[in-house]
C-alpha cells in the first residue's frame, strides 16, 4: 500500500504566499513524477505543477512566474510554493505520486492524496 498525504493548505489574502507539502510512503520502490492539481467548484480538476525524478518541471501558464514545484527525492517529497496568490486560485490542491512498488512491479501507478483546502481572499 502507497499513501499519499499533502498538509500546508489554509486561507491567506490575495498577494499571499503559502507552501504546500506532500510525502509518499508505505510500499515503495520508486518514486517517479510527483506534482500537483487543483479543482475549483464547479469546474475540471487542472494541473498546477508537476516535477521528474530528475528535477525537470512543467507548469501550468495560470502559475508560471508565481509557483514554484520541487521535490527531495531523499524524502520522497514533492513541494509547492505558492506566491503572489490570487483569489482565483482558491480549490482544493490535490498531490499525486507516480509510485513503482517494488523491484519486480512491471510499470508506475498513480496514488493520489486527500487533498487540502487553498483559500484566496481579495
Known amino acids: 500500500q502507497v499513501q499519499v498525504v499533502e498538509s500546508g493548505g489554509g486561507s491567506v489574502q490575495a498577494g499571499g504566499s503559502l507552501r504546500l507539502s506532500c510525502a509518499a510512503s508505505?510500499?515503495?520502490?520508486?518514486?517517479?513524477?510527483m506534482g500537483w492539481y487543483r479543482q475549483a467548484p464547479g469546474k475540471q480538476r487542472e494541473l498546477v505543477a508537476i516535477?521528474?525524478?530528475?528535477?525537470?518541471?512543467n507548469d501550468a501558464d495560470s502559475v508560471k512566474g508565481r509557483f514554484t514545484v520541487s521535490r527531495d527525492n531523499a524524502k520522497n517529497t514533492v513541494y509547492l510554493q505558492m506566491n503572489s496568490l490570487k483569489p482565483e486560485d482558491t480549490a482544493v490542491y490535490y498531490c499525486?505520486?507516480?509510485?513503482?512498488?517494488?523491484?519486480?512491479?512491471?510499470?508506475?501507478?498513480?496514488?493520489w492524496g486527500q487533498g487540502t483546502q487553498v483559500t484566496v481572499s481579495s
Open positions: 499525486l505520486a507516480n509510485v513503482r512498488s517494488s523491484f519486480t512491479a512491471p510499470e508506475f501507478n498513480t496514488y
Open positions: 516535477v521528474m525524478r530528475d528535477g525537470r518541471t
Open positions: 508505505g510500499s515503495i520502490f520508486s518514486v517517479g513524477t
